[in-house]
């Protein structure tokens, strides 16, 4: 039996942090995972990402105790319709919606009966497509069933001594008329933020003013909606919530809730602070302002995994998300899972995660830079005829190779129509680039037909190292690319060589030469 408490990657540095927790007295039968979704917009790729990033600690946590465990998707969608997003139809149809609950406004697709439950779909959707295992909780339901009435009896019982604490992070306007307790007009509908006039804690309600109206509301069955910061304490108090990552945004928002917590009498979840993604602007992503990449466009340009491998890499460092990254992504993910068989199946490979210890039954030489850069010269969008010139490189792939293959060769088509042909821009060689480039064109006539990659790779290589790029030979390949495909960056070269076939690179090199 594996012994996995000596590995170091950062699902099972989590897990252990979870192990500690437990460290002096654990009576709990299952460990409770959490987390969090605002369907205030379409669900957007960071909260399918954290999902994802939870379940990777959940399974290292299961691996090193063998204790059972549960992930709950949390959607908050009682909350007060804020913002109308900007990506979606029938805009105008939600502007008189704001402030009602999620689930209280009408679905501008016309496919639910709200626009939370249409978020909460998608959601769900989402998490499926990658067999991810969770248990869905809605907030409308929780609040509305009596789940969370023991607890927010402690919350209006602890009233004062939680004012006390969330009072001195708020504003002095703020402070006037803040609420843990936002009641649900009878007469609108809405999410009323109002100041609140008397606390009864023995009849648990709250009295208010509703258009010049003294009014009495009881805190439980869903009548009040908590503000945020305290709803997420009592959701964490409800559950048992054991851990629960969070965005580098809700740093303080997670002080606060984990105080809260303490106060009525529970343990806050261990953490992870993610650091947010950034759009091509280098700006936080957003699901009002739509301005990420979705699930549905990673995977409409490469695989389900090299999605999952940018999700797992260097979680507290702020990354791009955007379509430029995604060719790199699948080529690291390639390069992972080539290593895991070599590798013993190594829980430190980010591909062990990917793959929840299981070894994949394909590998694949043929990476999705070397497929693009194929596509780009043969000018056929047939996949037939690009993986007929793949078989030039091996022709005995497994059933399961030839399936990775046609997936990156499907999503490669799709990625050069739409990111890598409207930019291509061919470089015009001086007269000493001309000459280096035709020197490389002699070493490739010099190569047997039949040879291997490595050789039409030493061949071209030489080249660069007997040139003025010899101190720089990045350069080197750099004109190569410019030249000959119309871009900075493209594949290793034997490789083309071997699949494009010698006579065809050949020809393509000498008409970017004019020769």
């Known amino acids: 039996m594996t012994d996995y408490n000596s590995y170091k990657s950062w699902p099972f540095n989590e897990a252990k942090k979870i192990i500690k927790r437990f460290e002096k007295n654990n009576t709990k039968d299952k460990i409770i995972f959490e987390t969090g979704y605002g369907p205030s917009g379409l669900p957007h790729i960071g909260t399918f990402g954290e999902v994802l990033r939870t379940n990777m600690v959940r399974f290292c946590y299961e691996k090193l105790t063998g204790k059972e465990t549960d992930l709950i998707a949390f959607s908050d969608d009682m909350d007060g319709f ?14 008189n919606y704001l402030d009602y609950p999620l689930t209280s406004v009408p679905d501008p697709f016309e496919l639910f009966n709200s626009f939370g439950e249409h978020n909460n779909s998608k959601l769900k959707d989402f998490l499926n497509r990658f067999n991810l295992p969770f248990s869905f909780q809605s907030s409308t339901d929780a609040y509305k069933s009596g789940l ?45 933020q109002v100041p609140i006039e008397e606390i009864n804690n023995e009849e648990f309600t709250v009295s208010y003013y509703e258009d010049g109206v003294l009014k009495s509301k009881s805190v439980l069955d869903g009548n009040c909606k908590l503000q945020w910061k305290v709803d997420w304490a009592m959701r964490w108090a409800a559950f048992g919530v054991d851990y629960e990552m969070c965005g580098k945004d809700l740093t303080e928002s997670y002080t606060l809730s984990s105080k809260i917590c303490k106060i009525i009498g529970s343990k806050p979840p261990e953490n992870l602070i993610y650091e947010l993604f950034l759009d091509e602007n280098a700006e936080k992503i957003s699901k009002s302002k739509g301005n990420g990449i979705s699930i549905d466009d990673w995977l409409k340009y490469s695989i389900e995994e090299s999605l999952a491998m940018f999700m797992y890499q260097r979680p507290t460092t702020a990354k791009k998300l955007y379509f430029d990254v995604i060719p790199k992504n699948t080529d690291e993910y390639l390069t992972h899972v080539n290593k895991l068989e070599s590798d013993d199946l190594n829980p430190d490979n980010p591909a062990w995660h990917i793959h929840k210890a299981e070894n994949p039954s394909y590998k694949s030489k043929i990476n999705y830079s070397l497929i693009l850069n194929i596509i780009s010269v043969c000018k056929s969008e047939d996949p037939n005829v690009i993986f007929g010139l793949i078989k030039n490189y091996q022709s005995n792939f497994s059933k399961a190779e030839t399936d990775l293959i046609n997936r990156m060769i499907d999503c490669g088509i799709n990625y050069f129509r739409d990111f890598i042909q409207p930019n291509l821009n061919f470089k015009i060689p001086n007269s000493e680039e001309l000459i280096i480039l035709k020197e490389v064109v002699s070493k490739l006539k010099e190569v047997e037909s039949s040879a291997d990659a490595d050789e039409f790779q030493t061949a071209i290589f030489s080249v660069g190292k007997n040139s003025v790029y010899k101190e720089n030979i990045k350069e080197f390949f750099k004109l190569i690319y410019q030249v000959v495909f119309g871009q900075e960056n493209g594949p290793r070269l034997g490789s083309f060589t071997k699949i494009y076939t010698k006579d065809k690179t050949l020809e393509l090199f000498n008409s970017k030469l004019n020769v």
């Open 148 to 192: 969370f009435n023991e607890t927010i009896k402690k919350i209006i019982k602890n009233y004062d001594e939680i004012i006390n604490v969330v009072l001195p992070t708020l504003g002095e306007e703020r402070r006037k008329s803040y609420s843990p307790f936002f009641p649900i007009s009878e007469i609108t509908g809405k999410i009323l």
């Open 82 to 95: 804020r913002k109308v997003p900007d990506n979606i139809p029938n805009k105008e149809k939600l502007s």
